[in-house]
């Protein structure tokens, strides 16, 4: 059965969040330097970067066999008007490797093409050359932009894939 994914509602949708955050407490040690608690799960639902409208924000979910095994955060209008944005695509360890991650993009794509965007950015740490190597043959070029996150001592490139209409 191939994997569905569809929009993810913010109070029936929370317990499989909080347990797909738990079930990847190694991308939150890493990204976050801590594993996740609740309340980083219900922030998946609010979250939006800076100047993004968090309401028009598509939070998605990859289920397998009705279970969730991957999530997906666009955001748009960031960094400049008009662009997409990926916060977050998370996987659960055991859907790794399986072809889930390209699928699951493949959605965030159509969605960023469908809002007009004329690109789609993210985010990677310098710590997590496995996820840029990922993005990378997905698409995804260096900006040249980088900045250090005081908070959790990290170095986060931005990467970027053009998306014609």
């Known amino acids: 059965m191939p994997p569905l994914i569809r929009p993810l509602d913010p109070v029936a949708d929370l317990p499989a969040v909080e347990a797909l955050y738990q079930a990847a407490a190694d991308f939150w040690t890493l990204t976050d330097r801590h594993p996740p608690d609740a309340a980083a ?13 968090p309401a028009r924000s598509q939070r998605l979910g990859l289920f397998v066999q009705s279970t969730l095994c991957g999530v997906a955060e666009l955001a748009f209008d960031y960094p400049e008007p008009n662009d997409g944005f990926l916060g977050l695509m998370l996987l659960a360890p055991d859907a790794r ?11 965030v794509v159509a969605r960023a ?23 990378e043959r997905q698409g995804f070029r260096p900006t040249g932009i980088h900045r250090f996150d005081a908070t959790t001592r990290h170095i986060l490139h931005r990467l970027a894939m053009r998306l014609p209409a």
């Not at 490797?97 to 959605?107: C, D, H, I, N």
């Open 41 to 53: 799960a219900r922030s998946f639902f609010t979250n939006a970067p800076p100047g993004s409208d």
């Open 113 to 135: 093409r469908a809002a007009g965007c004329p690109r789609l950015l993210l985010a990677v740490l310098q710590e997590n050359p496995r996820a840029r190597a990922f993005w």
């Open 97 to 107: 490797g399986r072809g889930l991650g390209p699928a699951l993009l493949q959605e």
